[in-house]
């Protein structure tokens, strides 16, 4: 198994640049999450999903997009890039329910993204 | 409106010995799930232990434990016989009540193990 697959890993974007951050789970996870990480801090949730179709805010949500059309997949879109977006993104994913592994985040490796 | 602390930013420990990392929360919820990741310098996030707000017993994961004291809200993680491969980010998280799953985690602290 793959568990949750980020792409790129790495990606420098001028100013006023758009991107897609690409994320897919091999493991029929219900939820999926994309969190940002500034350096020296703790993780911070940008956008969540509890299925496909369904898409919730998180906490730091402006100038991003999300869509989940698919259980697998959850691309997180940035529009108009901006030097405030400069962060490592990590995309996770979890499952609902019972047992001692529901809720437990699988994250990706993380995608680190610069803007200049 | 949740909130997990983390107070030390960094923490040494000598090869072999034990140590305790501080995590407080705050919550109205009754019921919600307390996590522990390790992030080395490598980056990627690694779960280590889960403690329920029910659960009576303290977790424990190996050499992972975690120090559970629901009515001070602290959710301490000990690492016993601590290894140089221990020295990462350590991150406390809880999860809520509600169907989402999704967590919020601390400031994190940097634990530095000497040989």
């Known amino acids: 198994n793959a568990g949750v697959t980020q792409t790129p890993k790495f990606r420098i974007l001028k100013i006023g640049q758009s991107m897609t951050l690409q994320c897919t789970q091999d493991?029929?996870?219900?939820?999926m999450y994309w969190y940002r990480q500034d350096p020296g801090m703790g993780l911070k949730l940008i956008y969540y999903s509890v299925g496909a179709g369904i898409t919730d805010k998180g906490e730091v949500p402006n100038g991003y997009n999300v869509s989940r059309s698919t259980t697998e997949d959850f691309p997180l879109r940035l529009e108009l890039a901006a030097p405030s977006q400069t962060s490592v993104y990590f995309c996770?994913?979890?499952?609902?329910?019972?047992?001692?592994?529901?809720?437990?985040?699988?994250f990706g490796a993380g995608s680190r993204l610069t803007v200049l | 409106a949740q909130k997990i602390t983390q107070t030390q930013p960094g923490m040494f420990v000598q090869e072999k010995e034990a140590v305790t990392l501080d995590c407080t929360y705050d919550?109205?919820?009754?019921?919600?799930?307390l996590f522990w990741y390790k992030q080395p310098s490598s980056g990627e996030m690694i779960f280590l232990i889960y403690q329920g707000s029910y659960d009576e017993q303290n977790a424990t994961e190996g050499r992972y434990s975690l120090n559970f004291q629901k009515a001070r809200k602290s959710a301490n993680l000990v690492i016993s016989a601590s290894q140089l491969g221990d020295s990462a980010m350590y991150f406390c998280?809880?999860?809520?009540?509600?169907?989402?799953?999704?967590?919020?985690f601390g400031q994190g602290t940097t634990l530095q193990v000497k040989p």
């Open positions: 919550t109205s919820d009754q019921s919600y799930g």
């Open positions: 493991m029929n996870h219900n939820y």
């Open positions: 996770a994913s979890s499952y609902s329910g019972q047992g001692s592994g529901a809720n437990v985040l699988t």
């Open positions: 998280a809880m999860r809520g009540s509600g169907n989402t799953g999704k967590l919020i």
